[in-house]
């Protein structure tokens, strides 16, 4: 069965530093990656997601993310996070279906 | 917007009591979710249903039981709960195949067995 590990399990930058938050897979065959955040209090919402073609996936709030097949990641990153971001970050794979499989999720702390 | 409710937001209930948690989506999505949400742990699938009647296994099933009985609504039963099963539950739906490249979250139930 394929896995997910977000290593990072805390994080906590200052305001304008950048981020990138590591999440690798287990799954040799084709996959579907999936980045999904959850504010305080909020419910979960999809970030960006890749199904195919350009590696280099952008999505909301500033966000992007590159998937690197031969090292199996999909790491999302920021080049200057502000106090908003502060928020739980899931990494997802679908591999076939609709079901996906998730990461333990990494909280990042913003300090203003 | 995609809407998904889940019908309590916070829930209390003690040991060996049958726990109902409903769910309901507004966009005509066939799949319907049921995850649990654990510190360090991410989500884990309970169960998830592609039609109404229909229901698979996910990763962690012991313990609950769905019922679909219409389409926008998707319902997890926790037959006779425990205290290892406090957590936050969260139901989620998307389109069938191609379709269902997204899910939609609901805002979750946080469950405490006593």
């Known amino acids: 069965a394929q896995s997910v590990s977000q290593h990072n399990h805390h994080v906590i930058l200052s305001e304008a530093a950048s981020l990138e938050l590591g999440c690798n897979y287990s799954?040799?065959?084709?996959?579907?990656l999936f980045w999904y955040v959850q504010y305080p209090g909020q419910h979960l919402q999809l970030l960006l997601k890749?199904?195919?073609?350009?590696?280099l996936v952008k999505g909301i709030k500033g966000f992007e993310a590159e998937f690197i097949k031969s090292k199996f990641s999909f790491n999302l990153r920021k080049p200057s996070v502000q106090w908003s971001d502060t928020a739980e970050y899931f990494c997802?794979?679908?591999?076939?279906?609709?079901?996906?499989?998730f990461g333990g999720g990494t909280r990042l702390m913003v300090k203003p | 917007d995609v809407k998904v409710t889940q019908s309590s937001r916070y829930l209390v209930k003690r040991t060996g009591e049958k726990v109902f948690l409903e769910c309901v989506q507004d966009?005509?999505?066939?799949?319907m979710f049921w995850y649990r949400q654990d510190p360090g742990l991410g989500l884990r699938l309970i169960y998830f249903?592609?039609?109404?009647?229909?229901?698979e296994k996910g990763d962690i099933p012991e313990g609950y039981s769905v019922s679909r009985e219409k389409k926008e609504r998707f319902s997890l039963i926790l037959e006779s709960a425990s205290t290892n099963q406090t957590s936050m539950y969260l139901c989620?739906?998307?389109?069938?195949?191609?379709?269902?490249?997204?899910?939609?979250f609901g805002p979750g139930t946080r469950l405490t067995v006593l």
């Open positions: 989620a739906s998307s389109f069938f195949g191609l379709r269902g490249n997204e899910q939609f």
């Open positions: 799954y040799g065959g084709t996959v579907n």
């Open positions: 890749y199904f195919s073609g350009d590696p």
């Open positions: 997802a794979v679908r591999v076939a279906g609709n079901m996906l499989t």
């Open positions: 966009m005509d999505h066939e799949n």
């Open positions: 249903s592609y039609d109404v009647k229909m229901k």
